[in-house]
């Protein structure tokens, strides 16, 4: 269902603030035209956190729209409040996405069994599937592989975006999920590692990007052939590393602006423009890898 790259896409805006429409299709089509197998809609990566709901609904709907049912979308409807989230889902249901991913809730810090009877609320208010999403460097709450293998036993709940970069902890889910519940990695830096040792996918940040590379690196991988993996996965590299000097996503704005994807890498507050020297960082891996700069 969810296996492959998966793009974590990122929200065009206008100088003034106001969601870029005509970027969006722009980038959705750069995706569809490059093999993309699908795309998160207003997840972290699509400025979520400042999105109100009226506008995130409508970024999902017309990205659905603009991708014309060629790849599959994902809604970000996560929230660190249960009921939020699951309003937003149930107002999400009926735009033609796929399934929604749905994020450890941020800064109240549940127990493991708060994230249960969260996830499972919010499971039970929809007939879709939902991936979970762990990434404690953000969230600082950490969903452990037991608290996952509990919540796999739901129907509507099908997978995991594991942005942890843990390998180990990759291992301890393996062996507690069912085989059929997918695992697709959250952080780019570790994603071919996390695809040769049985991941499905990955929701990637570099796909922005490098969206045919990544694709092939995980059709490589699913066909068994790590070495290529790898060898695609080192000729992005410096992306996987480059994109987080600050935070993101920043840096994949500013790249997508000067590959002229997009008209403006504006974000909203408390998100702004990157500093000189991170323009000239992620600039130098732009020419290093070949990538035209515009302007």
Known sequence: MFKGSFVALVTPMNPDGEVDYVGLK???EFHVENGTHGLVSVGTTGESATLPFEEHIEVVKKTVEYAKNAIPVIAGSGANSTSEAIFLSKQLANTGIAGFLSVVPYYNKPQQKGMVAH???IADATDLPVLLYNVPGRTVADMLPETVAELAKHKNIV??????GDMERLKQTQALVPDDFLLLSGDDLTSCEFLCNGGHGVISVTANIVPAEMAKMCESAAAGDFAEAKRIDQSVAAFHEALFIEPNPVLPKWVLYKMGLIDSAFLRL???LPELQSKKVIEDVMRATGITING
């Open 26 to 28: 722009k980038l959705v």
């Open 159 to 164: 997978g995991l975006k594991d942005a942890t």
């Open 119 to 121: 996830f499972e609320a």
């Open 270 to 272: 408390p998100l702004i």
